[in-house]
């Protein structure tokens, strides 16, 4: 009796959600905010997706939290009908003119998140397309220039 009492007090004895953790961050063009858009992580192996709305300063915080793990970033239209954040400007089903169409799709982007419980802020600076080659440092995804071709 005592070890399934101990059992159901230490952890239920049954599944666990995996860890997850909430996210935040930034989201940029060419320094200023990018408004009007979401922004999404997608998990290819599961096809878990999800999607923030960007507010007026282009921050963003996820709805729920995501479980630890790597995902693909991309810069979509808004979640009508998702949470309400102050001073955000309505929800768009299509991302921003000037977000170029890369972007929009977590393939192509080059944009990555690696959630963790150390890692749960991602700042992202896009401009007219995406990179070829984008290196993870840190928290922050830092643009390579494409390499000279040979004389």
Not at 68 to 95: E, K, L, R
Request: hydrophobic share 35%.
């Amino acid at each position: 009796m005592i070890l399934v009492l101990g059992c159901l007090t230490l952890n239920g004895c049954g599944a666990t959600d995996p860890p997850a953790e909430i996210v935040t961050g930034r989201v940029t063009y060419k320094g200023k905010p990018v408004i009007g858009a979401g922004i999404r992580f997608y998990e290819p192996r599961i096809g878990f997706s999800l999607v923030a709305n960007l507010d007026g300063d282009g921050r963003y915080v996820t709805p729920s939290a995501l479980p630890i793990g790597a995902y693909q970033v991309s810069i979509t239209g808004a979640q009508p009908g998702g949470p309400q954040i102050p001073d955000a400007p309505p929800p768009s089903p299509i991302a921003p003119a000037y977000v170029d169409e890369g972007y929009r799709e977590g393939s192509t982007s080059g944009l990555e998140a690696r959630v963790s419980f150390k890692a749960t802020t991602f700042d992202y600076d896009i401009s007219e397309a995406p990179a070829k080659e984008v290196i993870p440092q840190g928290r922050v995804l830092v643009r390579m220039a494409p390499e000279k071709p040979p004389k």
